[in-house]
Structure formats: C-alpha cells, structure tokens
C-alpha cells in the first residue's frame, strides 16, 4: 500500500514531537501521519543503534512495536469468526485448550482474553487466577499468548502464517514481521541514549513480543481497520472481518472506571478514567499503544490515523501522560477550526 503526499500546516505537530523526543531520550523515531488517505506529516529520526553508527532512521526502519502486536492476534481471532470455526466470542476457553487445573479456566471466554477481563496471569511459566473473570480488569500478555494457543488449536496455523497468508503478501506489505534473527532493519530499543536494549528476537509464529513494522505499514494496518478493509475502490480484505473488532466487547458488567477495548484496541469512551486516549481525541477514536513509545491511533471523525514511532523503553512513570498527550497533538494539528 502507498499513500499520495499532501501539504499541510502540520508544524506544530512536528515541533510537539521534537519535544516528546527529548522528553522520553528516544535514540530513533517516526512519524507517519495519514488524513483522508493521504500523508499529511511524516518525519523521521535518530539512528538504528545507539551508538549513532548505524543506519540513519529512513521510511523503511522497522521499530518493535511490542503491544501492538494485540491488534494483529486480534484480526487473526476475527477470522475465526468469519470462518465458523469460532461461534461466539462468549465460547468458554475450556472448551478449547486443555488445562492441568480443570478450575483456572473456569468461566473464562475468549471476550474475556480479547478484554483483558480474564483474570488470569503468569509466574515463571505457571498460569494463576488473579480474580474471577469479567469482575476486574488488569493488563497482562497472559491472554493474547492463550489466543495465539487458540488459533492453532483451531486451525493449525499459526497467527503469523495468517498474516502472512491473508494479510502481508496479498497487500504487498514486505516491512512487518515476526523476527527470528537480528537483521540492518531492525531499530534498536535503549534504556537510556547510552544504555541500549537486548534486540527482542524470537520465534516467529506470532506469540512473542518480536513483531517489527516500519511506521508508514502500521499506519497502513490502522487505514485497514478505519475503512474496513478497503483500499483506493477495492474491498481487499472482507468488511466483515473488522466489524468486531472495532466495536466494544469489554463486558457491559466491569465497572465503568475500568477500560473499553475491541479486540485489543482502545476505545475511546465517556466516563473511562484509566485510559491511554487523550481527552481531546473524538469519541470513536480507536487506539493502540507498545511499551517503547509505538502508537497507531484511529480518528475516523477526522479520517485519520497517527502512527509515532519511539525506541525507548525507559520514563515508565510518564508513558500514559506522553501517549495521551500526542492524541491531543494530532487532533489540535489535524481538527478543522470552528
């Protein structure tokens, strides 16, 4: 997928990023802005390694996006949907997956997993129940790693043969991908700018934290959720298949404090206190966010999407606040004046 370039007076949106950089000591970013299908602000950043001798930060970087990786699992989770192979969100997970313990899955579904209202959490390699699922909400890697269980007990395929298969080759994306080996496009995550990261490598059947996506591809995979898998007049992937997945599927029991998600995705909702969308961002707005600083937010009362790339893994106290505070960027750049 390629986007046609339009001017527009997106300054003060570059200079808010400029500051967000020093903020966070990121060693490496991008910006890639989309409005009415056209790229309206994209600028790039900084250097692969830490240590400045590397490859300048170019359209084709690939940054680890870490979390992000939730609204991938969650299309693949659609899919089964689509194909029957899943008949309701509702389905108990026991009915799926095996378990040693016949009770720690008891009254979880795969809404529950999507939500992160399953209750379930992980100590050195050992599932326990932190609370009884749908009454709390808290944030873990427990459950899309039991979806990514799901899927291939289901299928046989792994969620990165999907992707491959369904969603990478036949859109002709070449810059995202689950990464086994350490490779020049890879951009490195720091601590601090002296302090670099270990590169997260893994296996690469879509379960691990080893999703790598240059900014103008994740920009281009929220363009497909904002327009439902259409593309310029075609319909490249089926409507149907991000329906779900934009729309709210927490439990309409968890208490209104807590989170609203999709499959995954943020939604921006009224009356929700513990949310990572700033308050200036439209109701509707849908949004994603990885631990390095990656975000893809989703405006389609503006026609947006915003992608900033960050490499840091550091400044934990004000990530929330920097996340909120670029939504509100973006809008006060892109919003038209009343």
């Known amino acids: 997928m390629s986007f046609a370039h339009r001017a527009h007076p997106t300054s003060d949106l570059l200079l808010f990023e400029q500051k967000a950089r020093k903020r966070r000591a990121v060693t490496a970013s991008a910006l890639f802005v989309l409005q009415g299908g056209e790229v ?7 250097d692969h390694t830490p240590d400045g001798k590397g490859v300048a930060i170019n359209p084709s970087s690939r940054f680890n996006v870490y979390s992000v990786r939730k609204t991938y699992i969650g299309l693949a989770v659609s899919s089964l949907l689509l194909t029957k192979r899943l008949l ?8 799926i997956l095996p378990s040693p313990d016949p009770s720690l899955f008891e009254g979880t579904t795969i809404r529950h997993l999507l939500t992160h209202t399953h209750g379930l959490d992980e100590h050195r390699g050992r599932l326990y129940r932190r609370f009884a699922a749908g009454t709390r909400w808290h944030y873990t890697n427990t459950g899309n790693d039991l979806l990514c269980q799901v899927f291939f007990a289901l299928t046989r395929h792994t969620v990165r043969e999907w992707l491959q298969d369904h969603v990478w080759t036949p859109l002709g994306f070449r810059e995202s991908g689950f990464e086994s080996e350490v490779s020049g496009a890879l951009v490195q995550d720091v601590y601090s700018p002296s302090r670099g990261a270990p590169m997260m490598i893994g296996k690469d059947d879509g379960a691990g934290r080893n999703l790598y ?3 103008r591809e994740l920009a281009a995979w929220g363009y497909l959720h904002l327009h439902a898998g259409v593309v310029g007049p075609n319909q490249l992937l089926p409507r149907e298949l991000f329906a779900p997945v934009i729309q709210e599927q927490t439990p309409a029991t968890l208490d209104r404090r807590y989170p609203r998600h999709g499959f995954f995705w943020w939604l921006q909702k009224i009356g929700v206190r513990a949310n990572e969308i700033g308050a200036r961002v439209p109701q509707g707005a849908f949004q994603i966010v990885g631990m390095s600083g990656c975000v893809c937010l989703v405006i389609p009362s503006l026609d947006v999407v915003a992608v900033r790339m960050h490499n840091s893994l550091g ?21 038209p004046s009343v």
């Open 40 to 46: 309206v602000a994209e600028s790039y950043d900084g």
């Open 213 to 215: 996506v240059s900014a």
């Open 88 to 95: 309701s969100l509702d389905t108990a997970l026991s009915e």
């Open 315 to 335: 400044g934990r106290l004000t990530f929330v606040h920097e996340t909120r505070a670029f939504g509100d960027a973006v809008v006060a750049a892109l919003q």
